[in-house]
């Protein structure tokens, strides 16, 4: 598992930088203003979705004005020299985060240490002129992000959730052949989990910021239930780490599992395997009724547990057999969920779709007419 989520050399939000970039040197240029504090400002300004662009120019254009002051006042003092780039590094971040401006942080700094070498006289002209380009720059990005290329994450993050589904279960089948085979959870196998751990998290952001997107930008009923449904399988999908992960940091030992039941067990892995592998996440006979079999043989090893009566060979309450047992059927529990889910998404499109059939049909009849 390589490359789990598919990857972009060029997203909307490089095209869109360049664009409020031009637009913002093109607006200075038309004023005659200064456009180098503009464009620092339109760089850092463009955010993952709108939402997050107007939330933080609310913080940035104050923050600007807090390091366009000191920039002003501490070249009043000090001039161009070491001290004044200093005493203006320290003042803007303090008073930031004083104020609790920390996403205006970067910008306010960024323009009060570039002005302090433009400001030689009409200190409040400066100062003026500065916080206008500045402004410019937050004006601008944060239209160009609302209105070109809006922010729509759904296809990514269907696309990685399918990708992340396949990881998940290439890592549990070969951590059950080690476990099986009693060897030591390998170091490849750790770090693939590592990473669909940490893409999970980042495909988990691009829900966020996809929910956040509903409040600025229209989307059609079936693409919001879609992503309902998507969500759901992120958030299972999440679960199903959980138990994974409690097979790879399984303590390592040999088991007292006989060679044919071993075989058995890496069996029913493959099977969950090829479960998570479906679009569908379909669930075969054959694989309920070796999940039968797992239930019959996790109620008798349960007996065999310190509970029974009998002396447990290590200090733990549960053995390790009874452990991999229990994860391997909440494991498949999660994959019948999934299915349940894919069942209901299929249903609920077809029922989106039944009235525009309907509606076309009329047309067409309308027409004959």
Same mark, same amino acid.
């Given at each position: 598992?390589?490359?789990?989520?598919?990857?972009?050399?060029?997203?909307? !939000?490089?095209?869109?930088?360049?664009?409020?970039?031009?637009?913002?040197?093109?607006?200075?240029?038309?004023?005659?203003?200064?456009?180098?504090?503009?464009?620092?400002?339109?760089?850092?300004?463009?955010?993952?979705?709108?939402?997050?662009?107007?939330?933080?120019?609310?913080?940035?254009?104050?923050?600007?004005? +807090?390091?366009?002051? #000191?920039?002003?006042?501490?070249?009043?003092? #000090?001039?161009?020299?070491?001290?004044?780039?200093?005493?203006?590094?320290?003042?803007?971040?303090?008073?930031?985060?004083?104020?609790?401006?920390?996403?205006?942080?970067?910008?306010?700094?960024?323009?009060?240490?570039?002005?302090?070498?433009?400001?030689?006289?009409?200190?409040?002209?400066?100062?003026?002129?500065?916080?206008?380009?500045?402004?410019?720059?937050?004006?601008?990005?944060?239209?160009?992000?609302?209105?070109?290329?809006?922010?729509?994450?759904?296809?990514?993050? +269907?696309?990685?959730?399918?990708?992340?589904?396949?990881?998940?279960?290439?890592?549990?089948?070969?951590?059950?052949?080690?476990?099986?085979?009693?060897?030591?959870?390998?170091?490849?196998?750790?770090?693939? #989990?590592?990473?669909?751990?940490?893409?999970?998290?980042?495909?988990?952001?691009?829900?966020?910021? *996809?929910?956040?997107?509903?409040?600025?930008?229209?989307?059609?009923?079936?693409?919001?239930?879609?992503?309902?449904?998507?969500?759901?399988?992120?958030?299972?999908? !999440?679960?199903i780490t959980y138990h994974t992960g409690n097979l790879i940091f399984l303590a390592p030992g040999?088991?007292? +599992?006989?060679?044919?039941?071993?075989?058995?067990?890496?069996?029913?892995?493959?099977?969950?395997?090829?479960?998570?592998?479906?679009?569908?996440?379909?669930?075969?006979?054959?694989?309920?009724?070796?999940?039968?079999?797992?239930?019959?043989?996790?109620?008798?090893?349960?007996?065999?547990?310190?509970?029974?009566?009998?002396?447990?060979?290590?200090?733990?309450?549960? *053995?390790?057999?009874?452990?991999?047992?229990?994860?391997?059927?909440?494991?498949?529990?999660?994959?019948?969920?999934?299915?349940?889910?894919?069942?209901?998404?299929?249903?609920?499109?077809?029922?989106?779709?039944?009235?525009?059939? *309907?509606?076309?049909?009329?047309?067409?009849?309308?027409?004959?007419?």
């Amino acid at each position: 598992m390589k490359q789990t989520i598919p990857y972009k050399f060029i997203g909307g !939000r490089i095209a869109k930088t360049g664009l409020a970039v031009f637009i913002t040197a093109f607006i200075c240029h038309m004023l005659n203003w200064p456009a180098m504090f503009a464009v620092i400002t339109a760089i850092v300004t463009i955010e993952p979705t709108v939402a997050d662009s107007i939330r933080k120019a609310y913080v940035r254009f104050p923050a600007a004005a +807090i390091g366009a002051g #000191f920039a002003v006042l501490f070249t009043f003092i #000090f001039g161009d020299s070491p001290y004044s780039y200093a005493s203006v590094s320290l003042a803007t971040i303090i008073v930031c985060h004083k104020l609790k401006l920390h996403d205006g942080m970067l910008v306010a700094t960024l323009t009060g240490v570039a002005m302090i070498s433009t400001v030689h006289d009409h200190y409040l002209s400066s100062f003026f002129i500065r916080l206008g380009t500045t402004t410019t720059g937050i004006v601008v990005s944060t239209a160009v992000n609302f209105f070109v290329m809006p922010p729509n994450y759904s296809k990514s993050i +269907i696309k990685n959730i399918h990708a992340l589904y396949r990881g998940s279960g290439d890592i549990l089948l070969k951590r059950g052949i080690e476990i099986f085979n009693s060897q030591e959870s390998d170091r490849n196998v750790r770090s693939d #989990f590592q990473r669909l751990i940490k893409d999970i998290d980042k495909t988990e952001t691009l829900c966020h910021y *996809q929910k956040a997107e509903y409040r600025y930008h229209r989307f059609s009923r079936e693409d919001m239930r879609d992503f309902h449904y998507e969500y759901k399988k992120l958030t299972i999908l !999440r679960q199903i780490t959980y138990h994974t992960g409690n097979l790879i940091f399984l303590a390592p030992g040999r088991l007292d +599992i006989e060679k044919s039941r071993k075989k058995f067990a890496l069996s029913v892995l493959e099977d969950l395997k090829d479960s998570l592998y479906d679009p569908g996440f379909l669930i075969s006979e054959t694989q309920r009724e070796k999940i039968s079999l797992v239930t019959q043989w996790f109620i008798e090893q349960k007996q065999l547990d310190p509970a029974g009566g009998l002396k447990p060979r290590t200090h733990h309450h549960v *053995q390790p057999e009874t452990a991999i047992l229990y994860e391997i059927l909440s494991i498949h529990d999660l994959i019948e969920e999934l299915n349940q889910i894919q069942i209901m998404e299929v249903k609920h499109r077809k029922l989106l779709k039944a009235p525009l059939k *309907q509606v076309a049909k009329r047309r067409e009849t309308g027409m004959n007419e």
